[in-house]
C-alpha cells in the first residue's frame, strides 16, 4: 500500500493511520507507536530545516504492528504486511541460492 503524507500531517501521524487502513482496525487499537520508536524523533528527521528549506532524500524501514513501513523523503509510506514481506525476502533468498 502507498500513502502519501498530507503537508500539515506529521510523519508519526500519516503511520499510524496507514497502518490502520491496512490492517481495517481503529488507530486506538493499535499498539502505541511510542512502543516501537519515538514519534517525536520520528517527526523531527523529516521536518524541514532551520532554515525552512525541505530535507530531500531519506529513507527509513521499521516494523510497526504487523507492517513493514518505509517512509521516502517524509513524503509518502509504502506499507506491507509483515507476512508477505518476509515471504518474498525467502522467495529472493530462494532464487539467489537457487539459481535455475
Given amino acids: ?8 500531517e506529521s510523519v508519526s501521524t500519516a503511520v499510524v493511520r496507514a497502518v490502520s487502513a491496512i490492517e481495517g482496525r481503529e488507530p486506538r487499537s493499535l499498539r502505541p507507536l511510542s512502543d516501537v520508536l519515538d514519534p517525536d524523533a520520528l517527526d523531527a528527521l523529516f521536518e524541514p530545516r532551520s532554515n525552512g528549506r525541505p530535507r530531500t532524500g531519506g529513507q527509513l524501514s521499521f516494523i510497526y504492528s504487523d507492517c513493514v513501513v518505509t517512509i521516502d523523503n517524509g513524503e509518502y509510506l509504502s506499507l506491507d504486511l509483515l507476512e508477505t514481506a518476509q515471504y518474498e525476502r525467502q522467495e529472493r533468498k530462494s532464487r539467489h541460492t537457487h539459481p535455475e
Fill in 1 to 8: 500500500m502507498e500513502y502519501e503524507i498530507a503537508p500539515d
